[in-house]
C-alpha cells in the first residue's frame, strides 16, 4: 500500500492540467517500451499473468500434479526433475502451488484493481468533480471516513467482521451449477477479499480524479461544450476523461501492486485465501521460520521471489508510467 | 478443564501456526509441544535488562486470561493459578490425590459424607490472615453463585448436594455443604461418586479471601490472595507474570526456588531457550527432527512424556449427515491416522485408538480404533441412507485468524480421495465456537480435550451421557446411558473401569467421535532445572522444581 | 496568518460528523460480526439464563443505536468500557502501555527514514540525467517491493541463526540489540518512499517559475536549491508524521508478529480476532481522532511553512 501512496502522492503534485498533447494508448506504449526496465517489467508481469490466467492448461501441459494432490510420502522433497521446486510438507508440488498463487494473485488484483482502482474510485471522483453540490460532499465524506481509519485496520475489521457473513452468503450459491464449483475452489475467500480491499482502495483515485475533472471542467472546451448542449454523461466520457486517463492508468497500475500486497498481508494473517488454494502469502506463512530456511530454503525463496518481482515489476512500471506521462520529473 | 484447553493440546501438537503470537490460545510449560505454534515469549527485565537472579526460573507463557479460579477454563490462566490457590486437596505431580489444607477426611459408608479435617496452620499468601471451614463454604458458594458467572461449578461443585440449585439461583447457599467448626467441613453429595474427591482438585472449589474480594470486588485478581505455594509478585500484560514463594507455604515440598518469571512477550522459544535466555521450552513438529537426533546437543535436554488429552473429530449425529453412524464410521475409516502422525506431525503424538488417553485410570489398549479402511468406508458410505450422496459436509473449526494447518488440510484430501467427498472448512471465533458447538450448531468439527481430573468419568460420562451439559454430539444411546449410570455409583474401581471401558467400545464403533491423537509434550528443559516434569494434567509443579545456578 | 482560527474552527467542526460515522460503521461492524459479546465475554460456557442476564446488565437487548450512544456517552468521558477478552482489565491499561512500545518501535526508524531518505532523494534529484538517478531509483523501488514478511525470516535467519549476532527477538526495551532488526524492517519500509517523494518535489521546485527567476536574478545555484529544498523537505517531514502515526498502529503489526514485539498493532488483531468489542471501537475511535487532529496540525504547518498555500 505503500507504493500506492507514493504514487499518489506523486501525481497530486502534478497539478498542470493535462495538456491534449498526452498521447494515447499506442504513444503510451511505445514510450514504454523504449525503456529497458519499463519493458523488463513489462515483459514480467505478462508473464506471471500469462500463467495465472492459464494456471490450468500449463499445469497440465507440464504434467504436474495439482496443487491440491497430496502425496504423503513426498513431503518436503527437494526440487528433482520431477518437482522442480520441489514439495511442500503435505507432499504437494510447488511449481504447480507456485502457478495456482499467480492465478490468485491474477484473480484479486484484476477484480479488485477494476472495481475499485477504475469503475468506484475514478468514476465516483469523475461525477463528484463535474456535479459538484451535495453529491461531492457526500462523496468526500465518504472518503474522509474510509481514509481516517488506519488502512490495516479497516482491512483487518472487514475481514474479521463481514468475511464470515459474506462466507456464508456465498455458500448458498455451492449448488448452483457453474458457479458452485468455481466458488468451492477457493473464490468464495477472494470475494471477501476483494470486498474488503475494494472498500479502501477507492478513496486515492477517487480525490485524484475528483480534484482534476475540477481543473479540466474550468476549460474552455468543456464549457464550450456544455454550452453546446452536451448532457453530463456525454462530457464526462468524451471530454473529461480522455484528458485525465493518464492519470487513471497510473492509478490502476499502482493499485494492482497495492492490492496483490494486501492480499500476501491478509492471507498471512490467516484472514485471507483458504486452504488449499495457495496464494503467496500463505505460501510464505508456511515455510516462513527463519530456521527452515536452513533445510528447506526453496520452500520460502521461490514463492518469496515470484512474489517480490511481482511487486518490484509493478513498482518499475509504475515509476515509468510516470516518467512517461509527467515528464517533468522524467529520469532523463 | 474444558475443550478449550485442550484445543491447545491439539493447536499446539499439530503446531499449526507459525507465529505463536497469532494464536488466541498458546501453549503453556506443561502443555509443550507448542513450538512454532503457541510457546514462545521472551523476557524482557531478567534476560538483557539484567542479571538472572539466584534461584530464577524462567519459562515462556502466556497472559492468563483470569485469575479467578472460579472462572478459568483456560490452560495458560490455570497454570497460574494452581500455584496461587489451593483447595481441601490437590494433585501431585504423579496425579495422586493429596491432602493440601484438609489434613484428612474420612467418608460415610454410604459413600455421601465426606468430613475434611482442616489443618489449622494455614494462611492467605497476601494478607496472612488464618483460612478456616467458613473460607471453604464462602468459595464455593461464590462459586456457585449465578452472579460469578462460574462456567465450571455446574461440573465440579453440581455434585454437591443443594449446588445446583444455588446454581440455579433457587438458594442461597449451598445446604450440602456445612462448618462444623474452624476445621471442620462437611460435604454432603447427591450420590456415592467415587471420582468426587478428584474433583475438588480442580480451581472451582479452591479457597479465596472473602475479605479481599469484597473489598474490590473487580480488582481483586492483580494480587490474589491464596494459599498456593506461590504469590503473585508482577502481572504486567503481554509482557511478565513474576511469582515469588510463598514462605508460609503449609505443604511439603515446600517452594525452593527465588523467582519465577513468564515471559509473555513472544518471539522464538527454542531461539531463546538454545541463548539461555529461557530454562524451559516446548518443542514443534517443525523442530522435532533436529532435537530428536541424538548428535544434536539439545538432544540431552530433551523428555518427551503423554498427556492427558485426546484430540477428536466430533459428529453431531442428530443433523445429517452424521445422524447415520454409517457415515461416521466412514468418515473415520477414511482418515489414514498414522500417516499424519508420521508424515505430518512427526511422530510428536501417537495416533489415537480408544477415547482415553494412555495414563488414564482404565485405559486399555485393547481398545481399538475403526482403523483405516478406505474400501470398507466407501461401502459404508453406499450402505448408508444417503446410498453415497451426501449434503455439504462443513468442518468447523476454532480460531479465526489461523491458518488452518496441516492435519485439517490432509484429512480433506483423504477425504476427497477416499471418499469422494469435499469437505469445506470454516473457522469460527473461540468464544461462539464453543458456545455453538454446545448449542449443536456445527455438523463436524475437531477438537481436544484434556482431562480435569484423571478419572475415566471426566471423559466418558461427560460427553456421551445423554443428558450431559456438555454432550455436544447430542449423542444419546440407552445402552450407554444405562452403563455410564450404573459406573457413577461403582464404588468397585476394577468393577467401574470395566464398565467404562465397555463404555468405550461402544462409542469407538459409534462413531461420535473419531479419536485422533493422543496428547504429547515434547520440551527442553536446562539441566540445571531440577525436579521438573511434565504431568500430564496442571498441578502445582513449581514447588518440586529448583534451579542450581 | 490572518484567518487561521476560524480555519481550525472550521476544521474541527468538519471533523466532528467524520468521527461520528467512523464509530458509528465501527460499532455497527461489531455487532453485526458472528459472535455475540456476552459469548467472548463469558467464553460461552455458562446457562442460557445467565448469559441473559448478563445481557440485560449490560444493555445489549437495547437496540443497536441506544447502545451506541450509550457507548460515546461513556467514550467521550474518557471510559473506554473493559476489555472482553481479559475479564476486570480495563481498556485504556490494555492499550496505552502496548502503544508506548509500538511508539518506542517506531521512533528511530521515523528519524532514520527520513536521515537517510532526504539526502538520497536530494541526490537522486540532482543527479538527473545521469546513471546514478535510475539507478538509485530503481534500488528504492526494489527495496520497497520486499514485503516485511520476506524480510522477517531472512533477517532472523542471517542475523540471529547464522551469524548470531544479535541474541534474540522479542521485546527487551528500547535500548537492548533485539530491536536492531525491526528497526532495519521498518526503516526500509519507509525511506524508500521519503527519498522517493523528496526527490519529486525537489524536481518540481527545481522547475518552479520563482527558482529560474533566482537564477536569472545571479543566485547560486547551492543556495537556491537549499533553502527551497528545506523547505520541500520539511513538508515532505509533516507529511510523513502523519504516517508513522498510522504506523503506530498498524504499521508495524507484521513486525509485531514477526519479531515478537507486544506492540499496539498485535493487539489490534487479536482483539477483532477475539471479538475484544470495547478493544477495537476504543483502538478505531483513538486512531481516526488523532489521525483527523494530525491531518489538521498539517495543514496549518503547511501553511507556516508555504505561505502559497491558503486556507482552503
Known amino acids: 500500500m505503500a507504493t500506492q501512496l507514493a504514487l499518489e502522492q506523486e501525481g497530486s503534485q502534478s497539478t498542470a492540467p493535462p495538456g491534449r498533447s498526452v498521447s494515447p494508448g499506442r504513444l503510451l506504449w511505445r514510450a514504454l517500451w523504449r525503456r529497458r526496465i519499463a519493458r523488463a517489467a513489462l515483459i514480467y508481469i505478462l508473464f506471471f499473468y500469462a500463467v495465472g490466467i492459464l494456471a490450468y492448461p500449463i499445469t497440465r501441459a507440464l504434467g504436474l500434479p495439482g496443487y491440491k494432490t497430496q502425496n504423503l510420502d513426498l513431503s518436503r522433497a527437494d526440487p528433482s526433475w520431477e ?19 499467480a492465478r490468485t494473485t491474477v484473480v484479486i488484483t484484476f477484480i479488485t484493481a477494476l472495481t475499485g482502482g477504475l469503475l468506484i474510485g475514478p468514476g465516483l471522483g469523475l461525477l463528484a468533480g463535474y456535479r459538484g453540490g451535495w453529491f461531492d460532499s457526500l462523496i468526500n465524506r465518504l472518503g474522509e471516513v474510509v481514509s481516517s481509519v488506519p488502512e490495516l485496520l479497516i482491512v483487518i475489521l472487514l475481514a474479521a467482521t463481514i468475511g464470515p457473513r459474506l462466507n456464508d452468503k456465498i455458500a448458498e450459491w455451492y449448488g448452483v451449477p457453474g458457479v458452485g464449483p468455481l466458488l468451492k475452489e477457493g473464490y468464495a475467500s477472494l470475494f471477501v477479499i476483494y470486498v474488503v480491499l475494494t472498500f479502501t482502495s477507492w478513496v486515492g483515485g477517487m480525490r485524484l480524479i475528483r480534484a482534476l475533472t475540477l481543473a479540466v471542467r474550468a476549460t474552455d472546451y468543456v464549457l464550450a461544450a456544455r454550452a453546446a448542449g452536451a448532457g453530463t454523461w456525454r462530457v464526462l466520457l468524451r471530454h473529461i476523461l480522455p484528458n485525465i486517463s493518464y492519470i487513471i492508468v497510473l492509478g490502476v497500475t499502482a493499485s494492482f501492486g497495492a492490492v496483490a500486497l494486501a492480499e500476501i498481508g491478509l492471507s498471512f494473517l490467516g484472514l485471507g485465501v483458504r486452504p488449499p488454494t495457495p496464494s503467496f502469502g500463505t505460501m510464505i506463512l508456511e515455510n516462513f521460520r527463519a530456521r527452515d530456511l536452513d533445510q528447506y530454503p526453496h520452500l520460502f525463496f521461490v514463492p518469496a521471489f515470484f512474489a517480490v518481482a511481482l511487486l518490484l515489476s509493478f513498482n518499475l512500471l509504475g515509476d515509468a508510467l510516470n516518467d512517461v506521462l509527467n515528464p517533468r520529473t522524467r529520469h532523463r | 478443564m ?29 502443555r509443550g509441544g507448542g513450538g512454532g505454534s503457541g510457546s514462545n515469549a521472551s523476557d524482557p527485565k531478567s534476560s538483557a535488562a539484567g542479571p538472572r537472579v539466584q534461584g530464577e526460573l524462567r519459562l515462556p507463557g502466556d497472559d492468563p486470561l483470569t485469575l479467578d479460579p472460579a472462572l478459568v477454563t483456560d490452560v495458560s490462566s490455570a497454570t497460574y493459578i494452581v500455584e496461587l490457590f489451593g483447595g481441601l486437596v490437590m494433585l501431585d505431580k504423579d496425579l495422586k490425590i493429596q491432602p493440601d489444607i484438609a489434613k484428612e477426611w474420612t467418608i460415610s459408608p454410604d459413600g455421601l459424607k465426606y468430613t475434611f479435617k482442616l489443618r489449622d496452620d494455614v494462611t492467605f499468601s497476601q494478607s496472612g490472615r488464618r483460612v478456616t471451614a467458613t473460607d471453604f463454604k464462602y ?99 503481554g509482557e511478565r507474570v513474576v511469582l515469588v514463594p510463598n514462605e508460609k507455604y503449609h505443604a511439603d515440598p515446600k517452594p525452593n526456588l527465588k523467582r519465577v518469571t513468564y515471559n509473555l512477550a513472544g518471539g522464538s522459544v527454542l531461539t531463546q531457550y538454545e541463548n539461555g535466555e529461557i530454562d524451559l521450552a516446548g518443542v514443534g513438529v517443525n523442530d522435532i527432527d533436529r532435537i530428536r537426533d541424538k548428535s544434536e546437543k539439545l538432544n540431552k535436554e530433551f523428555i518427551e512424556k503423554p498427556e492427558l488429552t485426546t484430540s477428536y473429530l466430533a459428529f453431531n449425529t442428530r443433523q445429517p449427515p452424521f445422524d447415520d453412524p454409517k457415515v461416521r464410521q466412514a468418515f473415520g475409516m477414511a482418515i489414514d491416522k498414522q500417516r499424519i502422525v508420521d508424515v505430518v506431525l512427526k511422530k510428536i503424538v501417537p495416533p489415537a485408538e480408544g477415547i482415553l ?48 494447518g496441516p492435519t485439517v488440510e490432509a484429512m480433506l484430501e483423504m477425504w476427497k480421495a477416499n471418499l469422494g467427498v469435499e469437505v469445506e472448512v470454516e473457522q469460527v471465533e473461540t468464544a461462539t465456537f464453543f458456545q455453538d458447538v454446545n448449542r449443536g450448531k456445527y455438523q463436524m468439527w475437531e477438537l481436544g480435550w484434556a482431562a480435569d481430573y484423571p478419572d475415566p468419568e471426566n471423559f466418558l460420562d461427560i460427553h456421551f451421557f445423554s443428558e450431559s451439559r456438555q454432550n455436544s454430539t447430542q449423542y444419546n444411546n440407552p445402552e450407554v446411558d444405562k452403563l455410564l449410570l450404573q459406573a457413577r455409583t461403582e464404588r468397585d474401581n476394577e468393577k467401574r473401569f470395566q464398565i467404562y471401558n465397555q463404555v468405550e467400545r461402544i462409542l469407538v464403533q459409534d462413531a461420535a467421535w473419531v479419536p485422533l491423537f493422543y496428547g504429547s509434550a515434547p520440551l527442553l528443559v536446562k539441566p540445571y532445572v531440577k525436579g521438573f516434569q511434565t504431568t500430564g494434567l496442571v498441578v502445582p509443579i513449581l514447588r518440586y522444581v529448583s534451579v542450581e545456578k | 496568518m490572518s484567518g487561521a482560527l476560524p480555519f481550525i474552527i472550521r476544521r474541527l467542526l468538519a471533523a466532528i460528523p467524520v468521527l461520528f460515522l467512523v464509530s458509528a460503521a465501527t460499532f455497527a461492524l461489531g455487532r453485526f460480526a458472528p459472535g ?79 536521515l537517510i531518505g532526504v539526502p538520497l532523494g536530494i541526490y537522486s534529484a540532482l543527479k538527473r540525467g545521469s546513471w546514478q538517478d535510475p539507478a538509485i531509483t530503481s534500488i528504492l523501488l526494489f527495496l520497497s517491493a520486499v514485503p516485511t514478511v520476506v524480510w522477517i525470516p531472512m533477517l532472523v535467519y542471517v542475523f540471529v541463526l547464522r551469524l548470531d549476532l544479535i541474541p534474540t527477538v522479542g521485546w527487551n526495551g528500547i535500548f537492548s540489540t533485539s530491536i536492531i532488526l525491526p528497526i532495519f524492517v521498518l526503516t526500509i519500509g519507509s525511506f524508500a518512499g521519503v527519498a522517493r517523494v523528496v526527490r519529486i518535489s525537489m524536481i518540481q521546485v527545481m522547475g518552479e517559475d520563482f527558482i529560474r527567476t533566482a537564477h536569472a536574478k545571479g543566485l547560486r545555484s547551492s543556495t537556491v536549491v537549499s533553502r527551497h529544498i528545506l523547505r520541500n523537505s520539511l513538508l515532505v517531514l509533516a507529511n510523513g508524521i502523519i ?62 511553512i508555504d505561505p502559497r498555500i491558503r486556507y482552503a
Open chain 1, 83 to 101: 518437482h522442480p521446486f520441489g514439495t511442500d510438507r503435505l507432499g504437494r508440488d510447488q511449481l504447480s502451488r507456485v502457478i495456482y498463487a
Open chain 2, 2 to 30: 474444558n475443550e478449550k484447553k485442550l484445543l491447545i493440546g491439539l493447536g499446539a501438537v499439530v503446531g499449526v501456526l507459525v507465529l505463536a503470537v497469532i494464536g488466541v490460545t498458546a501453549v503453556v510449560i506443561a
Open chain 2, 139 to 237: 468459595s464455593m458458594e461464590r462459586a456457585a453463585n449465578p452472579q460469578t458467572d462460574s462456567p465450571t461449578a455446574d461440573t465440579y461443585l453440581g455434585d454437591i448436594v443443594g449446588a445446583k440449585d444455588m446454581i440455579r439461583n433457587r438458594a442461597k447457599e449451598i445446604s450440602g455443604i456445612k462448618v462444623i467448626d474452624d476445621t471442620t467441613l462437611e460435604i454432603t453429595i447427591d450420590a456415592p461418586k467415587p471420582y468426587f474427591l478428584a474433583k475438588l482438585t480442580y480451581p472451582t472449589a479452591f479457597v479465596v479471601n472473602k475479605d479481599q474480594i469484597d473489598k474490590d470486588r473487580r480488582n481483586w485478581t492483580r494480587k490474589p490472595d491464596g494459599t498456593g505455594p506461590f504469590k503473585l509478585s508482577e502481572w504486567k500484560i
Open chain 2, 357 to 404: 488417553p494412555p495414563g488414564m485410570p482404565s485405559y486399555n489398549t485393547a481398545i481399538k480404533g475403526l482403523g483405516f479402511d478406505p474400501a470398507r468406508a466407501k461401502q459404508l458410505l453406499q450402505e448408508s441412507k444417503y446410498q453415497g450422496r451426501l449434503p455439504r459436509v462443513v468442518l468447523t473449526l476454532s480460531g479465526q485468524g489461523q491458518n488452518v
Open chain 3, 36 to 114: 455475540d459479546p456476552v459469548t467472548v465475554r463469558t467464553g460461552g460456557k455458562v446457562s442460557p439464563e445467565r448469559v441473559e442476564a448478563i445481557r440485560e446488565s449490560l444493555g445489549l437487548n437495547d437496540p443497536v443505536p441506544v447502545q451506541y450512544l450509550r457507548y460515546m456517552g461513556k467514550f467521550l468521558r474518557g471510559d473506554f468500557g473493559e476489555s472482553y477478552r481479559r475479564q476486570g482489565r480495563e481498556v485504556s491499561e490494555i492499550i496505552f502501555p502496548k502503544m508506548w512500545v509500538s511508539a518506542q518501535l517506531n521512533v528511530i526508524p521515523f528519524f532514520l527514514a527520513y
Open chain 3, 243 to 304: 504516517a508513522s502515526l498510522f504506523s503506530l498502529y498498524a504499521g508495524s503489526l507484521f513486525v509485531e508478529l514477526g519479531f515478537g514485539i507486544p506492540g499496539i498493532g498485535r493487539e489490534m488483531f487479536e482483539a477483532i480476532s477475539g471479538r475484544d468489542y470495547d478493544l477495537f471501537m476504543a483502538l478505531t475511535m483513538i486512531g481516526a481522532i488523532s489521525f483527523i487532529l494530525a491531518n489538521l496540525v498539517l495543514d496549518i504547518i503547511y501553511t507556516i
